[in-house]
Structures are given as C-alpha cells and as structure tokens.
C-alpha cells in the first residue's frame, strides 16, 4: 500500500504542477497549455493521457521550436465530456479553441487514439488545417489490442494493483515481444512506468479511456471520405507496431491525396529508440509546409 500511495501522490503532484488554462466552450471546459514560439502546432494526445502526456510526446519527438497547443481531450483531467460525445465534437472543440487563442490554422500532431477526431479536423476545416502528423495513429483495418475491464480505470487502487499483477503481459499489447526480451530489467521498468503507470491517476481519465474505447477508436472503421482531406500528412508507424497494425497506416497513405508514409522496421507503438528518427522526419515536414 505504501507503494501504491507514494505513486498515487507522485501522479497528482505532476499533474497539480502543469500551468494549464481552462477554456470554457460550448462542449465545456477544455484544459489547454500554450508553449513555444513559432508554427503553431495543436498535440492531440492518446488514449489515458492528457497535456502532461501531450508535454511528454513532445519532449520525446520533436525539436523545441514550435508553439505547441497541449490539449486534454474529452474527458481527460480538466477537459469536462459533453453529452452524446463524438469524434465530430471533438474536432469542433479543437476549433473552437484555435479561434479563442486568435490561431487561424496549425499543424495538427496526433498520436494513437489521438489521431481520430484529428482526422475529422482536416476534413471539416481544410482552412484551419495547415498539415497533419499522424504517429502511430489510430486507423482503418488498424488493430486495436483488448483492453482490461471498464472498472479498472476508474478506480485507482485497481489500476494500480493490476499493472502490478498483469503489466508485463499488457507491455505486449504495445511493444513486440523481440524487443522487450533485448530489454535490461531498468529498461522494462521504464518502459511500464511511461506505457502505463504514467496515466496514474487514472481516475480523473476514466471517461476519456471509455470514450476512446467504445466512441471514438470504432468509429474510425466508418466510411470517412479520407479522400477529401486537403492537408499534407506525414504519417509514421512501425512495421511491428503490435496496437495499430502497418496495414492501416498504409491504408490511411493511400487514402489520403497528399500523404506520405515513413515505416520503420521496429519500434513498436512507441517508436521505440527511434527519436531521433523520428524528429528528423517531422522536421523536415515542417519545413517544408
């Protein structure tokens, strides 16, 4: 228990310390945090995160000369969910509060989970919607690993304790296996505490978990005109990525008119030590916006 509720108090510490600002929309209060200077960048964030996960993503992948919009989606930390949620508000709420900070159009980065309701974005402000980035993105005839019971993320203690019991088992769902076995026994452990033990407190992220899950995830497999997105897309994923399988990362590249792909050989979900990679292409892509 001491264990349990040193972290606990670690997590909200982290979390109490973020500067971030509340916005309150017409979808509800939306949780932002403004840093940087530079082309404006909005970070939609994945599943059981947040701005600190948005910060976290940023900090792994990107040169830091950019101004960054860190964004808590629907339901996450201080971001309220409004009644009937979907990807289609969400993407509105993203607009809404571009138009708030006086931000006529940005690059949108997503990641994961992230991605869905940034692709509604693009499609529904071509104006607004200077680029996109799309890592390891949530996609059509993309796989999207099992998750545990609804009730673990809403209590705490039990998401605790079941990473303790079943974490290592669940670090497959998003690195491969050849991986995790080259892995130092300090390694796997910050592997657990950046995949999962970092989304503690879960409870004040359960009804974004749960709207990722059974909204927002599913309803990528819909008929979406990704054809009509007008935007340039850098799009990068793993060829091992066990939770969003390549073929819906090429799926998305060949869908989408201006697209371009970057696969790498391994990585994972996370992309896995290839940071520096990474931060090149999206550099580049920038630049060239």
Not at 72 to 101: C, M, W
Not at 105 to 118: K, L, P
Request: charged fraction near 25%; glycine fraction near 6%.
């Amino acid at each position: 228990m001491c264990g349990y509720k040193n972290r606990l108090k670690q997590s909200y510490d982290k979390i109490n310390a973020i500067e971030s600002q509340i916005y309150k929309s017409k979808f509800g209060d939306i949780e932002y945090l403004v840093k940087g200077e530079g082309i404006p960048l909005l970070i939609s964030h994945g599943v059981a995160g947040g701005i600190d996960q948005g910060i976290g993503l940023i900090n792994s992948f990107f040169y830091k000369r950019y101004r960054f919009v860190f964004v808590s989606r629907f339901g996450y930390l201080q971001s309220t969910i409004p009644e009937n949620p979907t990807v289609e508000k969400q993407a509105d709420a993203f607009k809404d509060l571009l138009d708030h900070l006086g931000i006529e159009s940005a690059v949108i980065y997503a990641n994961s989970a992230g991605s869905t309701s940034v692709l509604q974005f693009a499609l529904k402000y071509p104006q607004a919607c200077s680029g996109l980035i799309l890592q390891s993105a949530n996609a059509p005839l993309g796989y999207n690993p099992g998750t545990p019971p609804k009730f673990i993320f809403k209590s705490n203690f039990l998401y605790w304790l079941f990473l303790k019991i079943f974490g290592k088992m669940m670090l497959t769902m998003f690195v491969p296996k050849s991986i995790i076995k080259q892995l130092s026994r300090n390694e796997k452990k910050l592997l657990m505490d950046e995949v999962f033990f970092s989304s503690l407190p879960v409870s004040e992220r359960s009804k974004g978990v749960l709207f990722d899950m059974h909204i927002s995830n599913p309803s990528i497999e819909e008929d979406i005109p990704f054809r009509n997105i007008q935007a340039r897309a850098l799009i990068l994923n793993a060829i091992d990525d066990p939770a969003t399988k390549i073929s819906g990362a090429r799926t998305l590249a060949d869908k989408i008119p201006k697209a371009k792909l970057v696969e790498f050989d391994t990585g994972g979900h996370l992309l896995y030590n290839q940071d520096k990679e990474v931060k090149k292409e999206i550099d580049k892509f920038l630049e060239s916006l």
